[in-house]
Structure formats: structure tokens, C-alpha cells
């Protein structure tokens, strides 16, 4: 049972189309497991339609143009999937063949899936009971469970749960004991890491 | 009245769900010409609201419409009424047409978990929670329709909106949250 949910300013923003491309990534993932969010996007679209059809009417063309062209064969998209083992709204980020994991500190390995501005969006697998050396952010960080579950101090995150952390949020994962955890993670701006072990850490992974 | 009180008013696009609800089976080309004649305007005001130039709108508009004659047996008004489902044909359109990407969840996906049965105390006709909905738009507090409205027709993200409106970040943030937790919370039925 899902937990944890993104904040409803992101589900409003994803619903009216201006969530940038890395946060979308995580909330469309947490749609594909959570009934209750999208019935809160729908919420919010409901509110875009009418918007829409309330809106004062410009002067448009008539249907002469669109009429002509009905009888077109409407653009099929394609839409490959692949055999990833992770939910569909990551294939377009994933490689064809394995996830290319790389290592970046003990007990952890991490593959980048998007790096667009300043925002990134990758995995991250944790070993049994390994820890994310504590940091704070610069810019928004969002975390979804996607196997296992973690800690952060105050809190548990399990399966299809999100966290949504800001500049205010100090934490220090860590991984659960015996099952570890993977994560899709996007994180805005530089982490801002506590110590010396944290700072190199934050080297390694580019962020 | 401002403009997301005055959007919570029903209006003729109810008549538009009972149209385009036949046009899938029906292929009628009037019925077709009925709802451009409704919509194609709106949808490039809405598009020209957000900034898209007028001959791009126009364009795109057009473009909004042939996708709803092509996809029409999709949709379904137990689930969305002919206004909200356009509103998403439009918005994924300019996405496109922008160059970004949106992703999105896959119904057909084995990952996906589906909505459980409906419960009795939540309400899951579309066109009653429609009308509920709309009630709680017109009753938000003029604050949170602010904020509402910059969100639909900004395409900011929600630090630009909070320096347009001179208010820390947080708080542009609690007022989108509080409006949809307030508009969502309609749904429950209360027993
Ligand atoms: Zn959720």
C-alpha cells in the first residue's frame, strides 16, 4: 500500500503540462501504481477542460481544412516496449540490453537516465543497509521506490512511495537491511553534501 | 467574476460529451462540425493564452481536432467529459510541438496497478464528480485561483510564478496544493 505520494502541486503542475521532464518521470511512474493519484490528476484536468470551455472563443478558421483531411490514416505511434524489468515510462530512457550501472561508493551503483538543464534523473541500487552519505539540496530532489525500501531517519519508503525533498531537508538514507533498495531519483540543482566522505561521494556522481 | 469561477459554470460543452460520445460509432461528419465549431475557437485561445503565436495556434487547433475525429472511439464519458479530454489532446499536442518531452503511464504496462473497485463513499460517475468539481472551483478563495490560473495558462514553473506574484516559493506551492486538495476532497461522499 503506497504510502508516500508527490505533492499536489507537482500532480497539479503534471496535469496542466508545465512539470519539467524529470519530475514528470517520477510522477508518471508513481501514476502507473497509484489509483489515488490518478484520480487527483484527473481532478486537475477536469479543471483544464473547463478552462477550455470557458475560455472567450477567437476568431479561428472554418472546418474546411480539417474536413478535407479526415479521411487520412491516422499516425499509429510506436511504441516498442522492452523487457527491462522496470515500469514502461522509463523505456524510452533505458538502454535496449542491460542498464549500465556504474559504481559510486560502497554498496551503491547508480545509471544515468536523463540529464536535461540541471536536473538529473537516474537509478539507484543500494546494497543491503547502504548508506547515502548525509547532504542536503540546492534544488528540489524526488525519490520513488521501485524495489526494497529505505530509511531516512524519520521515515520508511517502500514500494511506489516518493519522497520530495527540498533546501530544507537534511537526510541520510539508508537502505534496508536485508533487502536493500533501487530508486528512480531526480534531483535539481548540486547536492549540497555534509562532510568530507559526502563530498567526495557527491564528486563521484557527477551531481 | 474571475475566470476560474466563471469556468465552474456549466455550459453547452455538456451537450458536446453526448456528441462526441456517438461520434466514434457514428464517423458523422455534422457532429464533427458541431464540436470544431465549439471547440476549435476555445482551443486556440486556449493555446494563444499560453503564448503560442496566432497562426501556430491556428494550426495546432486544427491539428486538436483531427486527432479528436481519429481517436474518438476512445473516449469515454464515464471517465472524462468531451472538454477535459480535449484539454489533454491539446496539451500533449504543444508539448509536442515544443520539442519536450511528457512522459506518461501506460495502462497497458504489467507494472501497472489498477484502481481498485469503486467504493461506495467515493463518487465515480465522471459527469456527477464534473459538477462537484466545478462547484468547488467557483468557491476557492481568489488566492488560490490565482495561482490555478497561472498554472494552467503560465507554462512556468512554479518559482516563476512565485516571482511574477512577488511571494516566496512555499507559499504558491501551499496554494496549489490546498486548491486541489480542496477540489479532490468533493469526491468523498459524505456519509
Ligand atoms: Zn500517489
Redesign the pocket.
Given at each position: 500500500m503506497?504510502q508516500r505520494?508527490?505533492h499536489d502541486d507537482l500532480l497539479l503542475s503534471y496535469a496542466a503540462g508545465s512539470l519539467d521532464e524529470g519530475s514528470s518521470l517520477i510522477v508518471a511512474t508513481?501514476l502507473t501504481f497509484?489509483a489515488?493519484?490518478r484520480m487527483d490528476v484527473l481532478v486537475a484536468e477536469t479543471v483544464g477542460g473547463a478552462l477550455l470551455d470557458a475560455i472567450a472563443p477567437v476568431e479561428m478558421g472554418d472546418a474546411a481544412d480539417v474536413m478535407d483531411r479526415l479521411d487520412e490514416p491516422a499516425a499509429v505511434p510506436s511504441r516498442a516496449t522492452k523487457e527491462t524489468g522496470f515500469p514502461r515510462t522509463l523505456d524510452p530512457y533505458l538502454p535496449d540490453t542491460t542498464v549500465a550501472w556504474r559504481w559510486f561508493g560502497p554498496g551503491l551503483h547508480y545509471a544515468e537516465l536523463l540529464k536535461k538543464g540541471g536536473t538529473k534523473v537516474g537509478l539507484l541500487r543500494c546494497a543491503p543497509g547502504a548508506e547515502v552519505p548525509l547532504h542536503s539540496h540546492r534544488g528540489e530532489e524526488l525519490t520513488l521506490v521501485l524495489a526494497g525500501n529505505y530509511h531516512d531517519g524519520e521515515s520508511n519508503f517502500s514500494y511506489g512511495d516518493v519522497q520530495c525533498a527540498d533546501d530544507t531537508l537534511q537526510h541520510r538514507p539508508v537502505a534496508h537491511a536485508d533487502i536493500g533498495c533501487t530508486v528512480l531519483i531526480m534531483n535539481k540543482g548540486n547536492l549540497r553534501p555534509k562532510s568530507v566522505v559526502a563530498r567526495l561521494f557527491v564528486r563521484i556522481l557527477g551531481m | 467574476m474571475n475566470d476560474v469561477a466563471a469556468a465552474a459554470v456549466p455550459t453547452p460543452a455538456q451537450e458536446m460529451t453526448t456528441l462526441l460520445s456517438g461520434l466514434g460509432a457514428s464517423r458523422d461528419r455534422d457532429d464533427f462540425g458541431r464540436l470544431f465549431a465549439f471547440y476549435a475557437p476555445r482551443v486556440k485561445a486556449y493555446l494563444m493564452r499560453q503564448g503560442t503565436e496566432a497562426t501556430v495556434a491556428e494550426e495546432l487547433a486544427q491539428e486538436a481536432m483531427l486527432m479528436v475525429w481519429q481517436k474518438a472511439a476512445l473516449f469515454d464519458a464515464s471517465k472524462a467529459s468531451a472538454s477535459t479530454w480535449i484539454f489533454t489532446i491539446v496539451r500533449n499536442l504543444r508539448i509536442d510541438a515544443l520539442r519536450r518531452h511528457r512522459p506518461a503511464f501506460d495502462p497497458t504496462d504489467p507494472m501497472f496497478i489498477p484502481d481498485a473497485p469503486p467504493s461506495p463513499d467515493y463518487e465515480s460517475e465522471y459527469a456527477e464528480m464534473q459538477d462537484r468539481i466545478r462547484a468547488a472551483m467557483s468557491e476557492l478563495p481568489g488566492e488560490q485561483a490565482t495561482v490555478i490560473r497561472l498554472a494552467f495558462f503560465e507554462d512556468k514553473p512554479h518559482s516563476e510564478i512565485a516571482a511574477q506574484l512577488a511571494l516566496p516559493l512555499g507559499t504558491v506551492k501551499s496554494r496549489l496544493r490546498l486548491a486541489l486538495r480542496r477540489m479532490a476532497s468533493v469526491l468523498e461522499i459524505a456519509t
Open positions: 503506497i505520494h508527490p508513481h497509484c489515488k493519484c | -
